[in-house]
T-cell receptor
Framework: GEDVEQSLFLSVREGDSSVINCTYT??????LYWYKQEPGAGLQLLTY?????DMKQDQRLTVLLNKKDKHLSLRIADTQTGDSAIYFC????????????FGKGTRLSVIA | DVKVTQSSRYLVKRTGEKVFLECVQD?????MFWYRQDPGLGLRLIYF???????EKGDIPEGYSVSREKKERFSLILESASTNQTSMYLC???????????FGPGTRLLVL
């Protein structure tokens, strides 16, 4: 099965909070990442969390990590139309030079 | 700031042509990666390299080859382009195995 899973679509109203969820399978992952991809562009790192943390907050972004359930979430407060993008969850395998493992991405649509 | 550049944003080629996609990073990163991105399939790893002249196959290497003659440059080669290689190609780089991957802006390739 997939190493990293996320739902494909999310639609929210402007000003509401968005919560994007992700599950991963490798309990030895040391870092977990959220990337944002705007239309026609590459992936931009939004934030990351080290596996010994439960929560990380950065302005409108809150990352929650439940290591027991291997569940990661990204909350965007006061969602704006500029937040419309694809959001990718990724995990870092703690072994050698292996690449990050990405989910398929969640397309967030913000309705004005 | 880390900068990863890709030689072209858009490229149109004909079936059977040899295609070169170039990627350059300016942060002395050891690891470099090539992905392709297709709707509904997320990011799929084609090849990666953890050192000069070293390469490893990713999940979908068929029809592609790579070259890493210098640390800062990682080239993706389509020996004989086919229409099913029409896609968005993303290059990334990182230092070490627990560090963030930084992405280029992507090359949208159309094979006619």
């Amino acid at each position: 099965g997939e190493d990293v899973e996320q739902s494909l679509f999310l639609s929210v109203r402007e000003g509401d909070s968005s919560v994007i969820n992700c599950t991963y399978t490798d309990s030895s992952s040391t870092y977990l990442y959220w990337y944002k991809q705007e239309p026609g562009a590459g992936l931009q790192l939004l934030t990351y969390i080290f596996s010994n943390m439960d929560m990380k907050q950065d302005q409108r972004l809150t990352v929650l990590l439940n290591k027991k359930d291997k569940h990661l979430s990204l909350r965007i407060a006061d969602t704006q139309t500029g937040d419309s993008a694809i959001y990718f969850c990724a995990e870092s395998k703690n072994s050698g030079n292996t690449p990050l493992v990405f989910g398929k991405g969640t397309r967030l649509s913000v309705i004005a | 700031d880390v900068k990863v550049t890709q030689s072209s944003r858009y490229l149109v080629k004909r079936t059977g042509e040899k295609v070169f996609l170039e990627c350059v990073q300016d942060m002395d990163h050891e690891n470099m990666f090539w992905y392709r991105q297709d709707p509904g399939l997320g990011l799929r790893l084609i090849y990666f390299s953890y050192d000069v002249k070293m390469k490893e196959k990713g999940d979908i290497p068929e029809g592609y080859s790579v070259s890493r003659e210098k640390k800062e440059r990682f080239s993706l080669i389509l020996e004989s382009a086919s229409t099913n290689q029409t896609s968005m190609y993303l290059c990334a780089s990182r230092w070490g195995h627990q560090e963030t991957q930084y992405f280029g802006p992507g090359t949208r390739l159309l094979v006619l």
